[in-house]
């Protein structure tokens, strides 16, 4: 059965979600098996203290644009972030207590299994509206469609910033100038 082309957008938006999704998993798993390695022996300590620095950064940036896309679709444990934004560098992670960082890798499991959670309901949904069922997909509701931040386009959002800078400098200019107006206007009228 043929899909109508509102039901391939919604089948090709829940794909890219599946496809973000994924590769969030992915940098998750990575950033554990460098977290892991750490206190192997004979490892290269620099090296993996700048992969750890770089698989950090990349979360971070994918984790706000996942959570945007994905809207009321993301179930990612909070806890996520704050396991990246604590571990600040391999060397005081395993600086602290062996409890600490069972404690870490605890947390580093229940949103690695939310994640998959995640990652499950959007392919469920996915595969349900490539089935032809009809799926609601509220980002494809907003203005401009596609889901990702805000409802305004980038040329709407510079037009804004004119017109509000303009009123600005507009409104500071009649403070500026407010004497002068007022004088001008009393003797436009006649007022004393």
């Known amino acids: 059965m043929a899909l109508?082309?509102?039901?391939?957008q919604v089948?090709?938006?829940l794909d890219r979600n599946v496809q973000m999704c994924r590769e969030f998993m992915n940098d998750w798993l990575l950033f554990n098996q460098i977290m892991s390695a750490y206190p192997s022996p004979g490892v290269n300590k620099a090296q993996l203290e700048?992969?750890?620095?770089k698989i950090k950064s990349k979360i971070a940036r994918e984790h706000k644009v996942l959570k945007d896309a994905l809207g009321a679709d993301y179930a990612i444990d909070n806890n996520a972030m704050n396991?990246?934004?604590?571990?600040?560098?391999l060397e005081s992670i395993y600086a602290q207590s062996e409890v600490s960082v069972k404690k870490l890798q605890n947390e580093w499991h229940r949103a690695f299994i939310s994640i998959n959670e995640t990652l499950g309901g959007l392919e469920d949904?996915?595969?349900r509206a490539e089935a032809g069922e009809k799926i609601f997909?509220?980002?494809l509701m907003r203005p401009g469609g596609g889901g990702g931040g805000g409802g305004m386009s980038p040329t709407s959002k510079n037009n804004l910033i004119v017109v509000i800078l303009a009123l600005v400098i507009l409104g500071g200019l009649a403070y500026f100038f407010r004497d002068m107006y007022i004088t001008s206007f009393k003797q436009f009228f006649n007022l004393r």
């Open 50 to 53: 700048n992969q750890f620095l």
């Open 137 to 139: 997909v509220g980002a």
């Open 4 to 8: 109508s082309k509102k039901q391939q």
């Open 11 to 13: 089948v090709d938006f």
């Open 83 to 89: 396991i990246v934004s604590g571990a600040t560098n």
């Open 125 to 127: 949904k996915k595969a």
